[in-house]
């Protein structure tokens, strides 16, 4: 592994090319973080993220990979090895839904493509992070934020229950590794975000479902990527230093 000294935190964000990613990533170049860019498809919107990333004082480097597929993980952890030498902070925000569904009419290519991207890959990351960050494994320690979901709670019903499964393991994986990890300098916690307006709706054919599903919310509206962002770099900052197996919910009460 590269040893390379680098004065500044580096956090990897996982989907970070748009939304909630992007968002908690602007945040955190102007909290004085070293960035990795992690997308998987939208290059373009990751550069770009980037130029901005770099005009806030972030050293940043921009991955391509999957985490629905091992071997790109893998390739993804070498180039963070090769290019910072370290690493303090995980965002497992990438994560997928699908277009709306009776679970009756879920195939099993959509099933197992939800969980290896929203499940195996946000533990997966988590393992490769460990090897870096845990001080038995000579790392200095850090934060992992996993990204669930208010899904993981109310079940979405005739429209993603496959997805609001995948964010239920990401609870309990998240309380499970917070215990395992509570001696090694690595806290773990989730972010639980509500109805948040990002794009991500449009992927499962609604997008205009954070306005429809507003006067759902006790406070009356959607929420934002940047409020989510805010609550991720809490949870990654020293501030937050006595939490860890914690599940903040970010729904505006619902």
């Not at 679970?103 to 969980?115: A, C, F, K, Q, Y």
């Amino acid at each position: 592994m590269n040893t390379k000294k680098n004065s500044k935190k580096v956090v990897l964000i996982t989907g970070a090319s748009r939304g909630i990613g992007a968002a908690t990533a602007r945040l955190c170049a102007k909290a004085g973080w070293d960035i990795v860019v992690n997308y998987t498809q939208n290059k373009e919107a990751a550069e770009s993220l980037c130029v901005e990333l770099k005009n806030l004082g972030a050293t940043t480097l921009c991955v391509q990979a999957d985490v629905g597929d091992e071997s790109q993980i893998l390739n993804m952890f070498s180039q963070i090895d090769s290019h910072f030498g370290a690493l303090h902070g995980l965002v497992n925000n990438a994560g997928i839904v699908d277009m709306t569904s009776l679970v009756v009419d879920m195939s099993w290519n959509r099933l197992e493509r939800m969980m290896r991207v929203n499940i195996l890959g946000s533990i997966v990351c988590a393992r490769e992070a460990i090897k870096r960050m845990s001080t038995h494994h000579n790392g200095s320690g850090g934060s992992i934020v996993n990204l669930s979901s208010v899904a993981a709670r109310v079940g979405a019903p005739s429209q993603y229950v496959d997805y609001a499964s995948s964010k239920g393991a990401i609870d309990t994986f998240t309380f499970g590794l917070a215990k395992e990890l509570a001696t090694q300098g690595i806290r773990v916690n989730a972010v639980r975000p509500g109805i948040i307006d990002t794009d991500i709706h449009a992927s499962g054919g609604l997008p205009n479902r954070a306005k429809d599903l507003a006067p759902m919310v006790p406070m009356q509206r959607a929420g934002t990527a940047q409020e989510v962002g805010e609550a991720i770099l809490w949870l990654l900052s020293d501030a937050s230093s006595y939490t860890t197996a914690s599940v903040l919910d970010v729904t505006g009460g619902r």
